[in-house]
């Protein structure tokens, strides 16, 4: 199993952070199931303030930069990124590759 790291900030406003939370309690369905058609195993999102961290899990057979080129292009991705854009500190139209960038380990135990 594989796992990537990922942060992406969301516009410093309570309300606005509420709401981004709210939306991610009922994720439209096209999303988790396109979630899971690409390989992903396991996503989850953590908040704090208006930071964000994303941990992806898949087996090691997954390419992640090919997996999430190809949740691009599903049904309703590309809505659901200019959707939640609104939250979020990025460009309109900005994919989720653009969006979120990808941490780097620098301590395991």
């Known amino acids: 199993m594989q796992r990537i790291v990922k942060t992406l900030t969301l516009k410093d406003d309570p309300e606005l ?27 989850d999102i953590y908040l704090l303030g208006n930071l964000l961290v994303m941990i992806v899990e898949a087996p090691d ?36 590759a653009e969006k979120w960038k990808v941490m780097t380990r620098i301590f395991k135990l």
């Open 61 to 96: 057979t997954i390419d992640f930069d090919a997996a999430f080129s190809r949740l691009a292009g599903l049904p309703r991705q590309k809505e659901w990124e200019e959707f939640v854009a609104r939250f979020q500190n990025c460009g309109k139209d900005e994919s989720s």
């Open 17 to 43: 952070i509420g709401e981004y939370r709210r939306v991610h309690e009922n994720i439209w369905p096209e999303i988790r199931n396109g979630i899971l058609e690409v390989g992903v195993t396991t996503m």
